[in-house]
């Protein structure tokens, strides 16, 4: 799995063979994954496509939240414009960890026509000096987008002059998004970067692979540290939430690499274990660690969901060989939570749902309507891999339901919604615009300010699910005076017309 020695990471259609196009039955997709070993959707596309995901804007998600850093977007003005957005909710989330915590700060280089043709390298060299200068921070983190790929400017050989230079870290992360149509790529760039700047020794100013590792090897095995992956989807809530479950089994955890500092970062090698969130966001990180530093990891479901929360509390017990411990916890839990789940039943059994955002996610928080009793009636997942086998496992009668992979295409998930008629919708926080013109009661799959994981993230979604299906008449009135742009021809269409299946 070795990729360190190249720029970049390697797309995920290559890397994971992933699925970006499919429109079938849950059997379908599952059958499907299985038969072949690289999957024998991955060459599936489409002769129309709305609305494509950018793995440059996803990097960010992760970038931005990094503490004592500034982010050095190397592009046009409008590439990353996104991050203006973030501003408020980063710097709240940095301070809870650190109150003397900046806020976001992030450059441009702004690129123009001009630097098209004679290149950006110059704009690149003063906006590294300006922010080492000017902000003095631990790290610069350069990201990469399309346009000085296209041009040819040699962003490493700049930043490995401009490193004798600046005090600060200085970082690339090599995330243009016309090399992939998969923006979970996003994910391994950003993890690339990381792993090439951030993992070392705390002690030395070398990295770790450039040093004797048997030592520690010896001394972490045997502790009781455990790294967590988190998520930018997930709230401090949520983090609150599965360490008091892993300290409850007497572990120490620390959390990665959201809201991280880079000094963090040196410690990610004193662990016994690295504990995914999801697979789709942590392979290549845990993948790399435990080749290259015989660093077992766990990535198999995702904490949200009652069943998914159990089997992910006894995969990590197993490694300190906790199992005892973990069952009595699990009990307890499991106990408290059925009895506070009954009065949100009465309401909810019987509704139908229908799930929109990433695989892993969905798939996890159709597992919690299920517990109340709700019907399961369609997802549309971002891609498709591996990654979502094991989720399936805690869902019940799930062979006929639709399932479809698609990177936003709005258009294809408006006929569905049309065809399939749900009392819900569940999506992705971001394409809620959307969603909220059917009219619908709307819960986003997630929030930077919710709880989602464990047990009590149960409850909270059961709750909030109570509240929004009482009361949704703020969506209705969209859905009446701001009515959905797609033709009465479109909905009469199959809604999987433009997917092309490469024979």
């Given at each position: 799995?070795?990729f360190?020695?190249a720029?970049?990471?390697p ?6 063979h ?7 039955k849950?059997?379908q ?6 038969a072949?070993?690289n ?16 793995q440059?804007t996803?990097?960010l998600?992760?970038?931005n ?9 190397h592009?046009p ?10 501003i408020?909710t980063?710097k709240?989330?940095?301070?809870i960890?650190?109150?003397?915590a900046e ?10 026509e001009?630097?098209v ?8 060299q ?10 003095r ?5 350069v990201?990469n987008s399309c346009?000085?790929?296209l041009?040819?400017d040699?962003?490493?050989?700049i930043?490995?002059e401009l ?8 970082m690339?992360?090599h ?7 998969l923006?979970?790529t ?5 993890y690339?970067?990381i ?5 070392r ?7 770790i ?8 090897r ?11 992956l988190n ?5 401090r809530a949520d ?10 089994l ?5 959390f990665?690499?959201c809201?991280?500092e ?14 995914s969130?999801?697979g789709?966001?942590d ?12 660093i077992p990891?766990v990535v198999d479901?995702?904490p949200?969901?009652?069943k ?6 006894r ?9 005892t411990?973990a069952?009595r916890?699990?009990e307890?839990e ?5 009895e506070?789940?009954?009065?949100f039943r009465k ?7 229908y799930?929109?955002?990433?695989e892993?996610?969905?798939?996890a ?6 517990d109340?009793g709700m019907e ?6 971002h891609?498709y891999d591996?990654?979502a086998?094991?989720?399936?496992d805690?869902?019940?009668?799930i ?11 709005p ?8 065809r399939?008629k749900p009392?819900l919708?569940?999506?992705?926080t971001?394409?809620?615009?959307i969603a909220?013109?059917?009219g ?6 997630f ?14 979604v ?11 008449e703020?969506n209705?009135?969209i859905?009446?005076n701001?009515?959905?742009p ?14 092309k299946?490469?024979?």
């Open positions: 799995m070795n360190l020695d720029k970049s990471a797309p995920r259609e290559d890397r994971l992933a699925s970006i196009a499919f429109g079938g849950c059997a997709v599952r059958t499907c994954e299985r072949l070993a999957g024998c959707t991955n060459l599936s596309a489409r002769s129309f496509s709305m609305a494509q995901g950018c440059f996803l990097s998600a992760i970038l939240t990094l503490r004592n850093a500034v982010v050095i977007m592009g003005i409008g590439c990353g414009i996104c991050s203006t957005g973030n408020g980063n709240s989330f940095k301070q960890r650190d109150p003397s806020g976001l700060i992030w450059l441009s280089t702004n690129l123009d001009s630097d043709i004679n290149g950006g390298e110059k704009k690149l003063e906006a590294v000096i300006f922010a080492d200068r000017e902000f921070p631990d790290t610069i983190i990201c346009v000085p790929a041009i040819g040699d962003i490493d050989s930043i490995q490193q004798q230079e600046c005090a600060a870290i200085i690339p992360v995330c243009e998004g016309f090399k992939t149509k923006m979970a996003a994910y391994d760039a950003v690339h970067g792993l090439k700047k951030y993992i020794r705390p002690d030395l100013k070398i990295p692979w450039e040093s004797d590792v048997d030592k520690f010896e001394t972490y095995k045997r502790s009781r540290n455990v790294n967590i998520v930018g989807s997930m709230s983090e609150v939430e599965l360490c008091r479950l892993l300290e409850a007497g572990l120490n955890v620390t990665i690499p809201y991280a880079p000094e963090d970062f040196q410690y990610a090698l004193e662990t016994s274990l690295n504990v969130i999801c789709t966001h392979d290549y990180f845990v993948g790399h660690l435990e080749e290259k530093y015989n990891f479901t995702i949200i969901g009652r998914n929360t159990d089997r992910w509390i995969k990590i017990a197993a490694h300190f060989d906790l199992q411990q069952d916890l699990i307890a499991n106990v408290v939570l059925s506070a789940l009954e009065p309401v909810l059994s019987g509704k139908r749902a799930l929109a955002g990433g892993v996610r969905i798939l928080t159709a597992e919690i309507l299920q109340l399961v009636v369609g997802f549309k997942a891609h591996k990654f086998e094991p989720i399936f805690a869902l019940e009668n062979d006929e339901v639709q399932f479809s992979v698609a990177t936003n295409q258009f294809e998930m408006s006929n569905i919604i049309n399939l009392d919708l569940i999506t992705h971001g394409g809620n615009n909220a013109r059917h619908l009661p709307l819960l986003p799959l929030g930077p300010t919710y709880n989602y994981c464990g047990y009590s993230g149960v409850f909270e059961a709750r909030r699910l109570n509240k929004i299906m009482r009361n949704f703020f209705r009135q859905s009446l701001s009515p959905l797609f033709k009465k021809e479109w909905y009469e269409k199959d809604p999987f017309a433009y997917i299946y490469d024979k």
